[in-house]
């Protein structure tokens, strides 16, 4: 080592050249195009647990796929409780296997008060997003919402015979000719927290009486209703308006109160075996460019700074409250013993 100059001397002397140094190799990472070995390591493959059927998660992958061509997306698709039994089971088995997950806000919070959510702040969710579309603490945002509504087909229901509201479907003329999806337990819940008390396990129990169809999925449900297979059903509002965008003879009411709307969320697991990967798809999904491949596949984003349709009135929404889900299990249970018992 030189004795020349003290240390101090030195080090003050490099100073204004070690600062440019600085200056320039920051500026350089900012102006540089990310890449997928630097954003997701040695990762390889994210797994995708998700409600989301196939022909929607299938522009997601695709563009995922060409953002980052070295990572693969394996996408497991299953009705919202059975991933959330699954995810439960394997956690109890020591096993984790996902790295993403989205599903409805009920289930999500199971997960939740599990322990299973990482926190992911998203730069995606810095702007765009309405309030309570993101968690607070980082372990979920929603990615676009449903809207429970009755849909009817237009050839099988004459305009005059519509029913206005949820009260109508126990008319006699409706008996045996309304459907449901058999897992509508998030529906149920909301219902009777808007409904109440007395007034909700009333109604649900004279629609029960109504001896409604059971079918498994909203999108089989809405397709044998454009097929005429009965007049109404309990759909979401988005595949009406993208069947009836089509030319089917389908539409759905408008005047309900209250219209039970719900977030589909989408989050980390703590235990991602691909965290680094999970955290590049979970920015897509909430991307604008996400939000506008979902839009463009008829749901409604989550975003409010992506265009998506609105009802020609304003609707009476009653948001699904995660607090329900504390109660999920006693819900699934009513549920069932009003519904489906002996089916």
Known sequence: MSKGFPMSSRVASFAPLL????????????????????????????VWYTAMNTPDAAPLRKRFR???????????????????TRILTETRAGKFFWDVVSFNHLD?????????????????????????AVDPEGRWAAIYVRQYVIGYNTRSVPQAEVPKSWQDL????????FAMDESDVE??????????????PAFMRSLARQNPQFRRGHSLLAKLLIAGDFPLALVH???????????APVDWVKTLDPVITSTSQVAVSVRAPHPNGARLLVDLLL???????????????????????????????????????RDADRYEKEFREIFLRGR
């Open 237 to 247: 509002a988005a595949e009406m308006d993208e069947a009836r965008r089509a030319g």
């Open 108 to 132: 999500m919070d199971a997960l939740a008060q599990e322990g299973l959510l990482a926190a992911y702040a998203s730069p995606e969710t810095r702007s765009g997003f309405p309030g309570g």
């Open 66 to 84: 060409e953002k980052y061509p070295e990572l693969n997306l394996t996408i497991l698709r299953q009705p919202g409780e059975k991933i959330r």
């Open 287 to 325: 991307s604008t460019e996400g939000q506008a491949l979902i839009r463009d596949r008829g749901r409604v984003p989550a975003r409010n700074d992506v265009a998506r349709g609105q009802a020609s009135i304003p609707l009476k929404e009653h948001y699904v409250s995660p607090r329900l889900a």
């Open 187 to 200: 529906w149920y819940a909301a219902m009777l927290d808007y409904l109440g008390a007395e007034k909700g």
């Open 170 to 177: 126990l008319a006699p003329k409706w008996k045996e000719k």
């Open 19 to 46: 600062a440019v140094l600085v200056f320039c190799a920051e500026a350089a990472l900012a102006q540089a195009p990310a890449r997928p070995g630097d954003a997701a390591g040695m990762e390889r493959e994210v």
